[in-house]
Structure formats: C-alpha cells, structure tokens
C-alpha cells in the first residue's frame, strides 16, 4: 500500500490550485439581496476542479515516475472519498456555524434545497459525501476518455440528452426524475444507496479505459 498512499500524498500535494481557487470563492464570494447562497456551497468547486487535475497533469507526471496504473487508480479514489468528506464537512460547518449570523437575510444552503437536511444533519453529511464522490468519479470517467474516440461520442450523447430530453415533455420527465433520485431525494438511504451504485458502475468503466489509455 505504500505506493498508493506515496500516490494520495503527491496527487493532493499537486491539487494547489484547485484548493487555492475553492478557498478565495468561499471567502470573496458575495451575494445581495433578501436571499443569497451560502458561502458553503462554494466549496463544491474543489470536487469539480480536482478531477481535472488528477487527469490532465498528474497522470502523465506519474506514469513517467514509473507508477502503475492500479496505483494511480486507487490513489484517485481514495483521494475522491478524502476530499467529498472534507468538503461535506466544511460545507456543514459553514452551515451550522456561519450561515445562521444573516439575520436580516435567509441563507440558501443546498444541502436544505436538496432536501438532505430533512433527515437530520448527519444523514444529510453522508448524503452530500455520497453525491460529491458521485461527481467527482463522473467528471474522472469522462475527461478520461476525451483523448479517444469514444470519449467524443460520449460527450456527443451527453449533449443530444440535454437537447432533446429539454424540450421534449416525455423525455424532461424522465431527466428530471434522475437529477430527482441522485440529488434532490429526501429519502437518505436511497439516495446514497443509488451515488455508491452509479460511483461502482462507472468505476468499473474507468477501469477499463485506464488500461487503453496511453500518454
């Protein structure tokens, strides 16, 4: 295991960017009005900035150092798992701690718009955590294949889904019920349940694609 963890070290080390940006949002960031969003929320960047990194620098960087690819692998995964729960905790933190002095304002916060909250904060914590792995491990799966054919047409589908499924009643049914049960779900175990299950899936998928993929 200690490639692995030699891997985590040096793939949160070179993540500076995304930690430095995520931070200056949180802190600049600021809303006017009767309703503004919550500072917290902000913090969602780091989990769509990191893979981007991971991918784009530090593989080539890591397969040059002579790490294997299933070193790579387990090192982004439990990096994901790491930082989905550091963000659901700064995020809740912000919530509970920060969000409740605008008094003359109501803070948006959306682990309430989501409807996670109703279950309690800790369940509402786990349900974040499960959602932002989710999308961690989707963005990783997909800017994986962009070098290949299939990662073209792959982005191809993704937008005929948004332009076709939008406008056409039927179909804006169907997209609105799976944006319902991955993140608008109330129901806790549901709903963590269906992010792990996805999050395997296209783990699996990932797989497969880091054995192809080359530098």
């Known amino acids: 295991m200690n490639p692995v963890f ?4 040096r793939l949160l080390a070179s993540n500076k960017f995304s930690f430095i940006f995520t931070i ?17 929320n902000y913090t969602w960047l780091l989990a769509i900035l990191t893979p ?8 080539t960087k890591l397969m040059h150092l002579g790490a294997s690819k299933k070193a790579y692998f387990s090192g982004c995964l439990i990096c994901y798992g790491f930082l989905a729960f550091c963000i ?10 920060i969000d409740p002095i605008y008094p003359a304002q109501a803070v ?9 909250t109703e279950n309690g904060i800790i369940a509402a914590r786990f349900q974040q955590m499960s959602f932002l792995l989710l999308v961690m491990v989707f963005l ?11 990662g073209w047409l792959t982005d191809a589908v993704l937008a005929a889904i948004i332009c076709v499924f939008i406008p056409i009643a039927p179909l804006r049914t169907i997209l609105a ?8 779900n109330s129901n806790a175990v549901l709903h963590i349940c269906i992010c792990l299950l996805l999050s395997s899936a296209l783990l699996l998928g990932g797989l497969i694609i880091l054995k192809r993929k080359t530098l």
Do not use: E, P
């Open 6 to 9: 030699a891997i985590v070290k």
């Open 24 to 40: 200056l949002v949180v802190l600049c960031a600021t809303s006017s009005g009767d309703v503004i969003l919550s500072n917290g």
């Open 52 to 59: 981007f990194s991971f991918i784009f620098y530090d593989f």
């Open 88 to 97: 659901s905790l700064v995020n809740t933190g912000i919530h509970l701690l």
């Open 108 to 116: 948006i916060n959306m682990m309430d718009v989501c409807k996670w």
């Open 140 to 150: 990783h799966v997909l800017l994986s294949m962009q070098s290949r054919w299939y």
């Open 177 to 184: 019920g799976f944006f319902q049960a991955i993140l608008l």
